[in-house]
């Protein structure tokens, strides 16, 4: 089951993934397995930057998320 009731979702992310790889986008969603879908999603590898829209990242490739904009944490 896709979380949403998260207050992390719908907000700006930085993904940092296994490989020194690097995504910045929106979170639409995730799972119990931290699998993530991201919208609007930039592969981001030193300057340069890559657009690659939606995509669906498998859970053991995370590394870190951190949000890059204030997450409210009220109803």
């Known amino acids: 089951m896709w979380g949403k009731e998260n207050h992390i ?31 609007n999603t930039v592969e981001v590898n030193g300057e340069e930057k890559n657009d690659i ?10 590394v870190t998320v951190e949000a890059l904009e204030p997450v409210s944490r009220g109803q």
């Open 53 to 62: 829209g939606m995509v669906v990242i498998r859970g053991n490739s995370v």
């Open 9 to 39: 979702v719908e907000h700006f992310q930085k993904v940092k993934l296994n490989a020194n790889r690097t995504v910045v986008g929106t979170l639409r969603g995730f799972d119990q397995f931290m699998n993530l879908v991201i919208d």
